[in-house]
């Protein structure tokens, strides 16, 4: 189709300008990859950079020119389905990963056959959205917008992408299609984007309902004023434009200025050149599924799973045992791949009964049963699951979301398990049988009774087409446990929004249980059941012997932290090692913690190593009082650590002015 709407316009076209095709490719396109917010999880953004060069190798083998991705919208209210699309709720994971997908779809060039035009979607502060309620209105102060919504675009564009897409939302009463403080002073102005500017669907003449612009001639007035290059599938431009250009409404130089930043990015992927560089049907099926990209999916998928707890060393399992296999997805060819997937086949993918049998290869026994549906009960099934529980040594209950429950126009106002699902958890615990979860989600989830409690749990998020097999291979300890948790798992669904590096507030809760008249709901500690950074292992690592060169940093010196991180366990482990701090006094409150370094390291059992980070003055710095950014000298906290509430070893430092 591609290939004949090509040609078409080359030679039966006036100018002849060729068409550019774009897709939302998000996490593969043959071979399909975990979605992003488990990539975020393995802390390496190499990984991302990899999985993205993938998928445009695939999908430039079938004509695609340009993606809709990466996502890098901060997600910081788990009820946001669009969670599922991004690196989490951290600016500084956010900033890596955005600038890792960007650089592997578009690769070394351009102009080559294999690269995509990147395009960092929504600019911006979608994933502030009210309530966690998607294309809601988003209200913040210009201060968060810079400090934590922009970075990661930033990053983004640095990375070469010459695309971004306007976002549905409004910020300050102003959509975003219509904003030209955002698109022109801002981007382009401000932050020197060379790009261009694309509406998201229909997002132009959402301004009509919205109660921005009366009509569709003046939707396309104002989003074309405001600085949109290009309008998605609601057709105002093709329909208005001339007329608005005609009439005096907009000026022809801005028209040919907006051209010609499309233009461009057409000759640069080589179009004008060759307009069919990508359309080659024998290429397409040279690129598609190879087995190194099989691989390297498994391979990435294992990277992403978080183990949350593992009481008694209840994992790994012994591939000698009984194990039953339980739940909706336990057998499943659906909701695998994970949402957002166009092109890939979910009769491809592996289930975890699959991966199990391959796995075990004969030794012990398995059994798999259902025991639910995803949102509706079985009849029969809780007790046919209860039965072969009993049956077997260890149970592995496989629960969680649905693909149609994550990803867009899919917020929920409870993240907890779907009733059906929490009743089958509560049968299989009352047997008395070692339990496994493991959750299939495309968020943070708030965990309750049997689940919550089960002795051992794994986050699998939606692994893509290689999930069943990554997970046999952490399940049964052919390979550890190394994902760390993006975002953080609330203790309930009240809490949202919950991150970790929130404000400190003047009555916070002093160590201990709830007290009166503290920052904290009903009942609960402010703090996550499972925070940001949060994984464990199969060893048993150990923070001590935290050092600093100096008790204080100069201006325009720098300081060297390290501790001292130690595996005590029997099995080789991954440690992604954090670093934190925290500005004990500012001109502007700032939060109680903020990552700032990590560094994943490969433990033998019983090694150690001294893990080392460099701090500047720029580590310090945070969005003043005149919205600009700003370092005031003072006394700052430090934690080398596991997670962002885990004590891990702590000490201070005094930042002085030269």
């Known amino acids: 189709m591609a290939l004949r709407m090509q040609k078409a316009v080359m030679n039966e076209s006036r100018l002849k300008i060729p068409l ?29 950079e990899q999985t993205a060069r993938v998928a445009a190798f695939e999908a430039t083998g079938s004509g695609i020119d340009w993606t809709f991705a990466p996502m890098v919208d901060i997600a910081r209210d788990q009820r946001w389905g669009r969670t599922v699309e991004g690196a989490g709720e951290d600016v500084l994971l956010g900033r890596l990963f955005a600038a890792a997908r960007v650089r592997g779809f578009q690769g070394k060039s351009l102009s080559d056959d294999d690269a995509m035009l990147a395009c960092a979607k929504h600019f911006a502060a979608y994933g502030a959205a009210q309530a966690g309620l998607d294309y809601d209105s988003v209200d913040i102060s210009e201060r968060t917008l810079r400090e934590t919504y922009l970075p990661p675009f930033e990053a983004a564009f640095e990375a070469g992408a010459l695309s971004t897409m306007a976002s549905f939302n409004e910020i300050s009463g102003v959509p975003s299609s219509g904003n030209h403080w955002l698109i022109t002073d801002l981007l382009r102005g401000e932050l020197a984007f060379k790009g261009f500017v694309v509406s998201d669907y229909t997002g132009d003449e959402e301004m009509i309902l919205a109660g921005f612009a009366k009509d569709r001639r003046d939707a396309a007035r104002i989003a074309f004023l405001a600085g949109v290059d290009m309008s998605m599938q609601s057709g105002l431009y093709a329909e208005h434009l001339p007329g608005l250009v005609r009439d005096g409404s907009i000026p022809e130089a801005l028209v040919d200025a907006s051209v010609g930043r499309v233009l461009t990015m057409k000759v640069q992927l080589g179009l004008f050149d060759d307009p069919y560089r990508r359309m080659n049907l024998k290429r397409e099926r040279m690129r598609s599924r190879l087995p190194s990209s099989v691989a390297m999916a498994r391979d990435a998928a294992s990277r992403c799973v978080v183990m949350l707890k593992n009481e008694g060393n209840l994992l790994p399992l012994n591939p000698s045992s009984k194990i039953a296999l339980i739940g909706p997805f336990a057998s499943a060819q659906h909701d695998l791949n994970g949402p957002w997937v166009l092109y890939g086949d979910s009769a491809k ?38 039965a072969a529980a009993l049956a077997a040594d260890v149970v592995v209950l496989e629960v969680g979301e649905s693909e149609a429950m994550s990803g867009e126009a899919q917020s929920r106002a409870e993240i907890t398990l779907p009733a059906p699902q929490q009743a089958l958890a509560e049968a299989l615990a009352a047997t008395g049988k070692p339990l496994v979860i493991v959750l299939k989600n495309g968020r943070a989830l708030a965990l309750e009774g049997a689940v919550k409690a089960a002795p051992a749990i794994l986050v699998a998020w939606f692994l893509g087409a290689e999930g069943g097999n990554a997970l046999a291979d952490i399940l049964l300890g052919n390979k550890c446990p190394s994902g760390r948790l993006p ?31 503290k920052a904290h709901f009903r009942g609960i500690l402010n703090q996550a059941l499972y925070p940001f950074g949060h994984g464990l292992t199969y060893g048993d690592i150990t923070y001590s012997d935290l050092k600093t060169t100096s008790p204080v940093m100069t201006w325009n010196g720098s300081l060297q932290v390290s501790a001292l991180i130690r595996n005590q366990g029997r099995r080789a482990s991954d440690e ?39 701090l500047s003055r720029k580590h310090l710095e945070f ?30 430092f005094e930042l002085i002015a030269d």
């Open 20 to 48: 550019v095709f774009a897709a939302d490719i998000i996490h593969g396109y043959w071979t399909i990859f975990p979605v992003p917010l488990a990539e975020a999880a393995s802390f390496d953004p190499a990984l991302a």
């Open 349 to 386: 993918a592996v289930n975890l009964a699959t991966g199990l049998r391959n796995a075990l290869a004969g030794r012990g026994s398995l059994t798999v049963c259902a025991g639910s549906g995803i949102e509706d009960s079985i009849e029969g099934g809780i007790e046919a699951a209860s």
């Open 487 to 517: 975002v953080s798992f609330p203790i309930a669904s009240g809490q949202e929004p919950y991150y970790y590096d929130h404000k400190p507030t003047g009555r916070p809760n002093p160590p201990g249980s709830p007290k009166p008249y």
């Open 576 to 614: 992604v090692v954090q670093l934190y701090i925290r500005d004990l006094v500012a001109s502007v409150t700032r939060p109680v913690r903020q990552l700032k370094a990590f560094r994943k390291v490969t433990l033998a059992p019983g090694a150690s190593e001294r893990i080392q980070f460099v």
């Open 623 to 652: 969005i003043g009082v005149n919205e600009t950014p700003t370092v005031e000298p003072g006394s700052f906290d430090v934690w080398i650590a596991p997670s962002a509430e885990a004590d891990g070893v702590h000490g201070s």
